[in-house]
Structure formats: structure tokens, C-alpha cells
């Protein structure tokens, strides 16, 4: 199948878009799967420059990359449509009407053409513990799991708690991954030149093996390879020390350990994150935002270009900060909670690339962020919602 002109290949989907990637190119085009509306130019231009101008420069402090709308033929829609329907999962066919307008972007799986590329992927969620659950030591994301149980989303809870993983501890990091490794649900996939290889339908001993086939000799260097790349720069290159496979057994209790350096990834990822905190103090008005529309988005936008914002400087980072108000950086903040981190490694030299030096191999590596796009405020108002839920199970769970 070709699209303007080039050979595409079926990537992966998710609620939102189908991304593609682009025979013989390094980007992607994610088609926008349109949900009983005409997705509208200013609506699509709106949230690609949300992207480019405010979430890539705040999680990365520079312009790592940047998105693109871009138009296609109706012609070439209707036979994608054809040609997607026996790829895409069943489950998925439900929203099968998509856009003229697509997003072009850069392909975060593959960072070497020609040769073996892998990509794990992880949805690391929410990694401090909120104000609301303080009280109780459980975070966000190891309440929600009753809440999965319950609506039957999951079958069995994990044991991987965010708080591990953006600990900066490194004992507490390689539970994390292990535990996302045993049960990964949506928040771990492993990508081999673009496939899923591993994901929540595989079986775990498949892991081992998948790992081991080349590059490392056991799962817990490769775990190891991924702490050091979440705690490192993303532009250093670095030697691996392989540290002891400990087994520490999660406690019943979520807690944060604040070792993250702070020109690290996931401490850059969690100060997005940690931006909701100071507007947690100021209880939220839940008639003034029932609204679904992304006007705050163009406002925003303007308002940057009028006072010449720009989030790659750290001085008006912190302006920005100071004066957005504090809806806007909620939202922001629920994005970083969402998004994805995608960590792809080849053995190919690149030299753009840094590298992790094990023994005597060079693995060069690139850490990315998909699923940057601005969402509703309605966010804000499941949120509190599902927060009061949350507590209620857990009432219920405690008195049981
Ligand atoms: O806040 P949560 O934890 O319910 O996050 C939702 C995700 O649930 P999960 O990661 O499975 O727990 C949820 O993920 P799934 O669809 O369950 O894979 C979506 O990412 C949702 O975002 P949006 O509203 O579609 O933009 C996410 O919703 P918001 O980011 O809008 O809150
Ligand atoms: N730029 C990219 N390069 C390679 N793969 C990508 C890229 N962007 C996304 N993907 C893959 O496609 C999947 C779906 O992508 P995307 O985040 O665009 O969908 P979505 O519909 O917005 O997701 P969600 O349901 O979380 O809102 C991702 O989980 C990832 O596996």
C-alpha cells in the first residue's frame, strides 16, 4: 500500500490515531481517526503547534522534534480504509472514519535504517504522590488498579508503582521495570524493527528471550540499560555497571524517594508532571470547565507568541510557569501524566546518537515522547471524579 506516493507500513494505534510509518523515510504519519465530527484545520494546527511549542520544549528543554499537519487526497482514503481493515485490531474497527488531515511526525521506533532497530515503550503515569492520597500513602495509578479490577479493564493488578520507577533509586527503578515486565498492561511494549514483540498479550517467558537474542546477555543488564538511559541527560554517553538482580518484594504502601539529578529525563518528565500540585490548592470549579472544546489551546498559543515565549530558554520557562494560568498548567500536567516514552536502541554507529557502552558493544540509544496532544478540561473534571472514586473503593477495601 502506498500513500502520496510512498509505501507505508501499520505501526500501532491508539484511542485517538493510527500511526504509519513511511517506507525508506524516519517519520510517520498518524492518521486522526475522526469520532462522529469533521475534525476541523484550525483545530489539528492548534494542538500540533501545542506540541511543538509547549510540550516538546517543557519535557525535553529543547526542540527535540517537531510535528507537521499535512493533507491527504480523498482518494488515498478510502483505499487506506481498505487496506487497513484486515491490519488493525478488531477491537479497534469501532472508529474507522478518518480525517483528510493527518500529523506528519518523526518515527520514534526505528533510529537506524537498514538494520536492527528495537523500541520499548512505556506509559510510566503518574509519579509522585498527590495531595489527594497523601493521607492514605497510595498513588493515582496503584488505586486505579482496584478501579481496573472492578470495570474488569484488567484481570490482575500489578505490582509496578510509578513512584518506583521516578524514584531515582536504583533498586526501586529495576522493581518497576520488572513488575511492568510480568504484568505491562498499556503501560510497557517492547517494538523489534516496528512490531510489537512484546506487549500485555505475550507471555513473559518470551521476554527473556527476546532480550537475550542479541544484545544483552540477561533481562537485568537490559534493565539496567534502561535505568541508565531514564536517569540519564539523553545526550551523554554513558558505560553500563550491571547492578545485582535483587528481588525486593513491593511494599503495601506507595512512597516517594526524591533521588532524580535534575538535568535528568524523568525528573524533567516529573516537574511537568508535579505542575497539577499547585493547583490542587485551589479547588476546582467544576461548572466553569464542563466544557470538551481545546479553545484554551489557541489562547495560549497567542499569548506565548505576544510575549515572545519561548519554552526552550529556561528563563521563560519559569515566566511561563509564574503567569500561565493555572488551568492551562493542570492540563499540561495531565498530558505529561499520559503521555508515552519511547526508547529505541540499535547497534548501528550514529554519530548523533549518544551511546551505553556494554562491555565491549555500543548500543547507541534516543529517548522520546509521544502522545504530546492537548487535552479537553474535562480531564480536570474526570480527574476529581475519579479521585473521590478511588477513595471510596479503598474505604471499602480497608473496612472489608
Ligand atoms: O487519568 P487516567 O489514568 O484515567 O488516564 C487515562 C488513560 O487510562 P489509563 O492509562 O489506562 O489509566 C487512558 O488510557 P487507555 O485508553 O485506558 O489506554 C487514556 O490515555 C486517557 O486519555 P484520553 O482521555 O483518552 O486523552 C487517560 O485519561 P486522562 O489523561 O484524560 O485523565
Ligand atoms: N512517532 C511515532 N513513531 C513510532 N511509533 C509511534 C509514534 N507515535 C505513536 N507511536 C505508536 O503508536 C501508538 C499510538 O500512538 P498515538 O499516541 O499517536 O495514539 P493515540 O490514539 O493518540 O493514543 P491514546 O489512545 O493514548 O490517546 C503509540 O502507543 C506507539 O506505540
Do not use: W
Not at 157 to 169: E, I, N
Not at 181 to 205: A, C, G, H, R, W
Amino acid at each position: 500500500m502506498s500513500l502520496l506516493g510512498k509505501r507505508i507500513k501499520y505501526i500501532n494505534e491508539g484511542n485517538a490515531h493510527i500511526v504509519l510509518h513511511v517506507i525508506d523515510t524516519d517519520y510517520v504519519i498518524r492518521i486522526i481517526k475522526e469520532n462522529g465530527v469533521t475534525a476541523n484545520i484550525n483545530t489539528i494546527s492548534n494542538s500540533v503547534n501545542y506540541v511543538n511549542l509547549v510540550m516538546v520544549p517543557l519535557v525535553f528543554g529543547f526542540n527535540k522534534y517537531r510535528h507537521e499537519v499535512i493533507e491527504l487526497p480523498p482518494e488515498e482514503i478510502v483505499k487506506l480504509s481498505i487496506y487497513l481493515k484486515d491490519i488493525r485490531p478488531k477491537h479497534r474497527l469501532v472508529k474507522s472514519v478518518f480525517s483528510k488531515y493527518a500529523i506528519k511526525a518523526p518515527n520514534l521506533a526505528i533510529i537506524s535504517s537498514n538494520s536492527e532497530n528495537y523500541c520499548l515503550e512505556l506509559k510510566p503515569k503518574e509519579g509522585f504522590l498527590s495531595e489527594s492520597f497523601k493521607k492514605i500513602s497510595k498513588c493515582y495509578y496503584c488505586l486505579k488498579q482496584h478501579l481496573k479490577v472492578d470495570e474488569k479493564q484488567i484481570i490482575c493488578k500489578t505490582d509496578y508503582c510509578p513512584l518506583d520507577l521516578f524514584s531515582g533509586d536504583h533498586i526501586r527503578m529495576k522493581r518497576a521495570l520488572i513488575n511492568l515486565i510480568k504484568n505491562p498492561q498499556n503501560n510497557l511494549k517492547l517494538f523489534q524493527n516496528e512490531n510489537i514483540v512484546y506487549d500485555e498479550k505475550s507471555n513473559m517467558e518470551d521476554f527473556e528471550d527476546l532480550i537475550t537474542k542479541n544484545i544483552f546477555s540477561s533481562v537485568n543488564k537490559f534493565n539496567d540499560f534502561i535505568i541508565a538511559i531514564l536517569l540519564n541527560d539523553g545526550i551523554s554517553n554513558l558505560i553500563l555497571k550491571e547492578s545485582p538482580d535483587l528481588k525486593i518484594v513491593k511494599p503495601n504502601y506507595c512512597y516517594e524517594s526524591k533521588n532524580l539529578n535534575a538535568n535528568s529525563f524523568l525528573y524533567k518528565l516529573l516537574a511537568i508532571q508535579m505542575v497539577s500540585e499547585t493547583f490542587e490548592s485551589q479547588p476546582l470549579n467544576l461548572n466553569t470547565i464542563e466544557s470538551e472544546d481545546l479553545e484554551y489551546v489557541p489562547i495560549l498559543i497567542t499569548s506565548m507568541k505576544e510575549n515572545n515565549i519561548d519554552l526552550t530558554n529556561e528563563i521563560h520557562r519559569k515566566k511561563f510557569m509564574d503567569t500561565t494560568n493555572s488551568k492551562d498548567l493542570a492540563l499540561i500536567s495531565a498530558v505529561a501524566k499520559d503521555c508515552s516514552v519511547m526508547i529505541s536502541y540499535s547497534l548501528t554507529p550514529n554519530d548523533k546518537l549518544p551511546f551505553v557502552k556494554i562491555d565491549n558493544t555500543d548500543v547507541y540509544y534516543s529517548v522520546s515522547v509521544t502522545d504530546l496532544e492537548p487535552k479537553s478540561p474535562k480531564t480536570l473534571v474526570k480527574r476529581q471524579k475519579t479521585e473521590r472514586k478511588l477513595l471510596e473503593i479503598y474505604e471499602k477495601l480497608l473496612n472489608s
